[in-house]
């Protein structure tokens, strides 16, 4: 993913920045596509009061900075177009998606790593990210790298709360929880590191079996967040995966053209996404 720190362009209205974002980047809990604008504005609208973020290196601004893995981009040239070209762990050239959207949503300019240990209360109140680049549902995936557990990131959200919850009490952190906005971006990993490049899931399962182990792992990841109050939640559909450079380059064997994309893998994230739709609709008509 490349982004700039430069601010988009005034005449693109703030409701259709967030749903390119969304349409591209996430699957909402109401089912997938582009968000009406009913729709975003009930996930971030005024009355929101933070943006929580989940996953993968999608949209890590720098946890793994603070955690001993070498899966890490906080040196050039990664950050090359951000303020004072830092490269602050964010595995792009300068602002993350995430970034984006609570910065046209008014909450802030940028949601900072959890794991930073110089956060403020007034930090927390407005939003952080626990995701892990490298990370993924399936718990070998993060393994692999030694990088935070989508599981993990779940009992450091319960973290967060407490933290919370001595800061402002219980009834008005309980209140927080419902009005955040919940961001779940994971499972390319899973599926390029994990299935295609290791062997060992796919000596156990077939693509379409773990497509479905996977999105069980995510639904009950939802299903977690749910119990810790998180009502607001987008959760992020895989990308064409094929078409990644590194997929590209480790398959130029099975590419019809020079450099081509590698339809399997593509065709595994297009069915991941058609069951994930299904499983969301299921469980929003169940919550």
């Not at 490349?2 to 089912?31: D, K, M, N």
């Not at 549902?137 to 990088?147: E, G, H, M, R, Y």
């Not at 779940?154 to 933290?163: A, S």
Request: charged fraction near 20%; glycine fraction near 8%.
């Amino acid at each position: 993913m490349t982004s700039s720190t430069h601010q988009p362009s005034p005449s693109l209205p703030r409701s259709q920045l967030l749903c390119c974002f969304l349409a591209v980047l996430t699957l909402p809990v109401s089912g997938g596509r582009c968000l009406s604008e009913q729709q975003h504005s009930w996930i971030f609208n005024t009355s929101t009061t933070a943006i929580l973020v989940f996953g993968d290196s999608t949209v890590d601004p720098g946890n793994n900075n603070f955690i001993p893995t070498v899966f890490r981009s906080n040196f050039p040239p990664y950050g090359r177009d951000f303020l004072n070209h830092e490269p602050t762990g964010r595995f792009t050239n300068g602002r993350l998606a995430t970034d984006y959207i609570a910065s046209y949503a008014g909450i802030k300019e940028l949601i900072p790593p959890y794991l930073d240990p110089n956060l403020e209360m007034k930090d927390l109140l407005t939003g952080v990210s626990f995701a892990s680049a490298g990370s993924g549902f399936d718990p070998l995936t993060p393994a692999i790298s030694n990088v935070i557990p989508v599981r993990k990131q779940l009992d450091y959200l319960k973290e967060y709360k407490k933290r919370v919850e001595l800061g402002i009490g219980k009834d008005r952190a309980e209140a927080h929880m419902k009005k955040a906005a919940f961001v779940v971006s994971a499972g390319t990993n899973d599926f390029v590191l994990n299935y295609f490049l290791l062997p060992f899931r796919r000596q156990i399962y077939s693509v379409s079996s773990y497509q479905r182990f996977v999105i069980q792992l995510l639904m009950d990841f939802l299903q977690g967040l749910w119990e810790e109050g998180g009502r607001r939640i987008a959760v992020v559909g895989l990308p064409p995966i094929g078409c990644l450079p590194i997929v590209i380059t480790l398959n130029l064997d099975k590419t019809t053209l020079p450099r081509g994309c590698v339809e399997s893998y593509s065709a595994a994230a297009r069915g991941f996404n058609q069951i994930l739709r299904m499983e969301l609709k299921s469980m929003q008509s169940k919550i």
